[in-house]
Structure formats: C-alpha cells, structure tokens
C-alpha cells in the first residue's frame, strides 16, 4: 500500500496534522494483509479513524475554523489549541514512528523490502512532511509504501489501545454536553459503511467489543432486522414462538380494545422458582392494539404475524440493547381472535399514569422552554437511532411520544385483582376528538394528570416512541404491518406519502413527521388545531404549504431563530434519490416554491438522511435559555 502524506487542501498546523494522521491510517485502513484475523483488526483501526475524522469535522479542524469553534459560548478554550496540537503531533508519531512499530506494536514486513523505511524516518515528525509539502508543486509531499503483517497480536493490541487513548483524549475537548452527540455520530456513519452487508456486520460487531458496547449492540440489532427480513413466513415455528404469550396470561376488559390502540392489562408472569404456593406473578404492563380485517386470506394472515413476531423481537430488550432507541421493552405479542386483533405487550416504568405527548399538548400548560428543547432533542435522537438501523418508523406523531409518571405518588401501582376495575385506556386522539369538532374534552382527572407530566421536568426528559405498527426497514416497499392509521396521524405523513399515487415511503418522510412534531413542541399546541374550518379542506400539500409559510415563522419569538430552522430545514427536506427522480420524472416544484425552500433549509436538500438528522440533533443540543 502507497499512501501520499502531503497536506493538500488543509489548513493551519491542526489541519495539516489532522490530514497527515487520517492519510497515516490509511496504511491500514485499506490492507488486506495484516494477518489472521486482519479483517476485524482493519475494522478496529477504522473504528478509531472514523472518531478522528469525525473529532475533525465536528470542529472545522480541516477548513481552519477551531479557533471559530472555541469562541462559540459553551466552548471552553483555554488551551485547547495548544492541546489538540500536542496530542496530534503523538497520534502521528506513533503511527509513523517505524521502531514503534515493529518494537512495541508487532508489526513486521510481509516480506524483506516491502516497508520503505527511509520513508517512514523522513516522515516520523510531522514538521518534516510539513516542509516537503510546502516545497512540491501542488503541495504532493512524500509518498510511503508499506506492506505490514502482525507478527505479535498482544503487541498489536496495544497499539489499538493507543490509538483510542489519543481519540479519548480528543474527544474530551469538546464540552462535555456534546461528548454523546459526538459518538453518535461516528458510531453512527461506522453502521452507514457496513451498509446491509451481514458479514461486515458480524466483523463490527466483534471489532467494537469491548470498547464501544453501544457500537456492538447497534450492529447486532442490525444484524437481527436483516435475518428477520429474510424470514420466510412459517406457520409451525410461529406457532411455537417464545414470544407468543397465551392468551389467558393477560387480563383486560374486552371492551378496552374495541376503538382503541392502548389499555393497560395484568400479565401473569411465570415464576422460576416456586413463590410460596405460585408459579407466576401479576404485573402491570401495557398493550397496543391493531386490527386485522377478518376477511383476510390465510397467506396474508400468516405474513402479517411473521411481521409481529419480527417486530417483537426488535423490541424485546431494547431499552437495554440502546438506550437512544427510547423504545419499551416487549415482552411479546397476543393474538384475539374474537376482536379480531393482536396486541403488541410493552414492560413499562412504575407508573400512576401514562400520557402522550397528544393528550399533552391539548390539556397542558406548556412547560419551560428548556424542557422543551430536551424533549424535541429526545425524539430527534430517538429517530436518528432507528434510521441508523435503516428502519423507518412510518408513524411519528405525538399519539406515539408516550411518558410514565407517578403524579400521585412515588410507589409502583400494585396489580389489580382479577375482575377488579382497570385503569382507563390508553386512547389515540383523533381528528375529530382534538380539533374543536364533535369530541369530549378532556376532563379534569385527565387535565390535572397532565399538567403534573408537565410539571415534572424528569419525566418529561423519559419520552418514549412508541405506535411501530406501521414501521418497517429501508428499501422495502410492503409496510410491516397491515396497520389501521386514524385521519389525525394522516396530518404527520409527508404529503408524497398519501393517495394514490404515493411514493415508497423513505427516511425523508419519517424527517417531515419530525418537523410537524417539533413545530408542536415550540409552538405547545397541537396540530389538529390547526387543521379546522376551511384548513381542513385543504389538500396535504397545501397544507403543508400552509404551515411552512404561516406557522413557521411565528416559532422565532416563542422558541428562537436556531429552534424555527431546524423546524424549517424539517419539514423542507426532500432527499438527494426523490430529489433526482423528481427532476427525472420532470414534476419538480415550481421555481417560486423550490427558491423558498431551499433559501430555508439553507442547501439543507443536498444533506443525506443522516447528515440531516446529525445537523438536527447537535442543533438542539446547542440550545440554550
């Protein structure tokens, strides 16, 4: 491998550092020849040359904009620079440093004359390839040629731990509100590279334990949405399924089920060991309900039930899996013959009451504007998380933002026994019930349930996201689901998303739902509000224009100009591929409404998916009162 170490097109001392270690890594990062076991070895560097050039990016290092960065109010820049020069310089000099190397690390060349070492001492300190860049034309610099395999893996081994001790050491410069944000986005763009390759997987997976456990349980969830598509609908081993609960072990009043999506229920948990007398405990946990048409062919009853029990294992032991999912952990799925139904069943935190982000946003007080900013950034993690897995959520709305709290009192709700009354269901609100038509209005138990979330900054900061019904992965065109959505949830859909002649659903869509839920949360009223009189004759694209030119730019007094962009840059993105078929297909919007759009979003159109939800997510994280 020859890699070329000049520093063209960096800038200042950091730039030209940050480009000569990533240029360094690539001996590496691009060998096939290391050795036995060189594929999760090469993965392994790449892992910590992804968190360098991400550290970079993320502070402008290369277009010489740190110092720019350090002056920004939440940065604290004493002595950073100086800093980040010192343990560059060392990230350097331990990748090129040719006795290092082979002494300390267990490397040696793959055979006599395949390591230039001449090369590796002219380039050992960075000044050096500093000097030689300066006096080529064009800034080319010196080319090094190596050909390494591992000849001790111990010794290697420390050599990856040096490697990330000088990542570790970067990373803490930023301010420590943004550390998280940060490896988010490297373990993030590390999952982009292994695309729906399950080998590549496999080695990311091994590769990031036991340094990166997020990183290696992203990777595995990865792995099981991919086995799972694959699955071949199957009735036997459905039939059979640990995730299957028997009907018997829930409890719930059948009248729970009938026109709604969530009730609460009592599931009889077996038990171990013996517990006295009982093999089993009542535990309160909570179910969402969708509907199936009974009519329904055997072949795509068996499909839809292939999904559920997909879906379950996704969400079994999520939380614990990753935690920036903010999903509940499912314990499995029951099927209801009679109501003509399954139920997805959710474990839940100790709670007196669960809310959703809908019944909040009509029954209220608005909390404090920095609540707010941590709830939107929340949900923007939340989605991010499940993009990364390329699974698409199809149904964010505030119905499936869902809290649990204890406003009465701090003790877990015992369960109930048999034929005792239930908690009230969990209702979907829907048009009808929340835009001031023919619906009850909340009354005041529920008012005052609500305004105690509200007031509780902790548990407002545990939202959850919830209604995957309707989610599927990336780059298949059936839904997961055969889903009933209510009208109100159609207000959340992208407007390409509905009719008949709608477009597969896509990342962007799920990105324009996040507009729509964040526009909420600035504004602390609920879209349906909106959507009445003559508003509610409007077709999804008008009203879409409606709320881009009309409610948006009343966000800029309540919540901020940064807050109202990245609403704007939301419900304004259309990705890179619909962005080429549009002007392929020669339907793309006028040239009035495209200037718009895009002096909004602020060439945010060309961003992909994920670069789009990363901006998004650091945006918010950035906020302050």
Known sequence: MEVALGFVGAVGVLGQLLDGCLKAYKIFTVASNLGRDSERMVCKIRIEEMRLAVWGR????????????????????????????????????????????????????????????????????????????????????????????????????????DLSFYNDRLE??????????????????????????????????????????????????KKLRINLDAKEPNKKVLSSSELKIPKWRLQYQQNDIKDVSRCHAIYQKPLDSLKGESVSEEVVVFVEWTHFDPAMAMDERLSIYQKVDNLARMLHSSSNKHPDLHTLDCLGYVEDNKKCCYGMVY??????????????????????????????????????????????????????????????????????????????????????????????????????????????????????LAGFDSSRPDHVEEMSIASRNLAGEDLYRHPDSLGPHRRQYRKAFDIYSLGLLLLEIGLWKGLEMFHRGKYSKYTPEAFREKIIHSLVPTLGAKVGSSYKLVVQRCLCYEDPELAAAREKEGSMMDTQSQSQSQDKTDGSVKATPHQMLEWVVQTLENLQV
Request: aromatic fraction near 8%; proline fraction near 8%.
């Open 58 to 161: 993320e502070w402008g290092v290369a277009e010489g904009k740190f110092e720019e960065r350090l002056s920004r109010p939440n940065a604290a820049n004493d002595g950073l620079k100086s800093l980040a020069e010192m343990i560059l310089k060392e990230l350097y000099r331990t990748i090129m440093d040719l006795n290092k190397l082979q002494d300390k690390y267990g490397l040696r060349e793959e055979t006599p004359g395949s390591v230039d070492k001449e090369a590796y001492k002219n380039s050992a300190d960075p000044s050096s390839v500093f000097k030689a860049s300066a006096g080529k034309a064009g800034g080319a610099g010196m080319r090094l040629r190596a050909k390494w395999v591992i000849q001790d893996k111990d010794k290697f081994g420390v050599f990856l731990d």
């Open 347 to 464: 474990w839940g935190p100790p709670a007196t009451s669960i809310q959703s982000l809908s019944t909040l946003l009509s029954s209220a007080p608005s909390p404090d504007l920095d609540i707010r900013f941590k709830l939107a950034h929340t949900i923007s993690i939340a989605l991010w998380s499940c993009h990364s897995l390329d699974w698409l959520h199809k149904s964010l709305c505030p119905n499936n933002i869902l809290f649990f709290g204890q406003p009465q009192s701090q003790n877990p709700p015992a369960a109930s026994a048999p034929g005792t009354p239930r908690p009230e269901p969990l209702r979907r609100v829907s048009s009808k019930d929340s835009n001031g038509g023919a619906g009850t209005p909340p009354d005041s138990s529920a008012g005052a349930a609500a305004a105690a979330v509200t007031n509780s900054p902790e548990i407002l900061s545990k939202a959850y």
């Open 172 to 221: 803490k410069l930023f301010p420590p509100a943004r550390v998280a944000s940060l490896q988010r986005t490297w373990a993030s763009e590390m999952l982009q590279t292994a695309e729906q390759d399950l080998e590549k997987l496999n080695i990311l997976e091994s590769a990031s334990q036991p340094h990166y456990p997020g990183l290696s349980a992203f990777a595995e969830l």
